[in-house]
Nanobody, 133 residues
Framework: QVQLKESGGGSVQAGGSLRLSCASS?????????MAWFRQTPGKEREGVAA????????YYADSVKGRFTVSQDNAKNTLYLQMNSLKPEDTAMYYC?????????????????????????WGQGTQVSVSS
């Protein structure tokens, strides 16, 4: 079973940057899968931030982070990244990485379903990001 572990969260001022990492316990990049970053604040639903299809590297973003966040992967290190620039106070949240539950739907399925919590079968424990104004 895949295990995921996020790191890289912290406290920054508005306009600053952070890079989150998501290390996987297994070699999940041998099969093309949809991997995503979500975030959640207390009392709100978990929302999709960005995703990548590991087969072809296609990326997807929420409108609120387009142009500021970049999702990437390092297959050799079994690690997913989220580079976050120009951070805003509204980016404050717990950030989670997740990997698609089988059966894997392919790139077009990832494009259509990447922001749906129910499509993902394994989650990390989260890393806190706090942005002050």
């Amino acid at each position: 079973q895949v295990q995921l572990k996020e790191s890289g969260g912290g406290s920054v001022q508005a306009g600053g940057s952070l890079r989150l990492s998501c290390a996987s316990s297994g070699d999940i990049y041998t099969s093309s899968r949809c991997m995503a970053w979500f975030r959640q604040t207390p009392g709100k639903e978990r929302e999709g931030v960005a995703a990548i299809h590991t087969g072809g590297g296609e990326t997807y973003y929420a409108d609120s982070v387009k142009g500021r966040f970049t999702v990437s992967q390092d297959n050799a290190k079994n690690t997913l990244y989220l580079q976050m620039n120009s951070l805003k106070p509204e980016d404050t949240a717990m950030y989670y990485c997740a990997v698609e539950a089988p059966p894997y739907g392919g790139a077009r399925y990832c494009a259509a379903r990447w922001s749906k919590v129910g499509e993902f079968g394994a989650w990390g424990q989260g890393t806190q990001v706090s942005v002050s104004s």
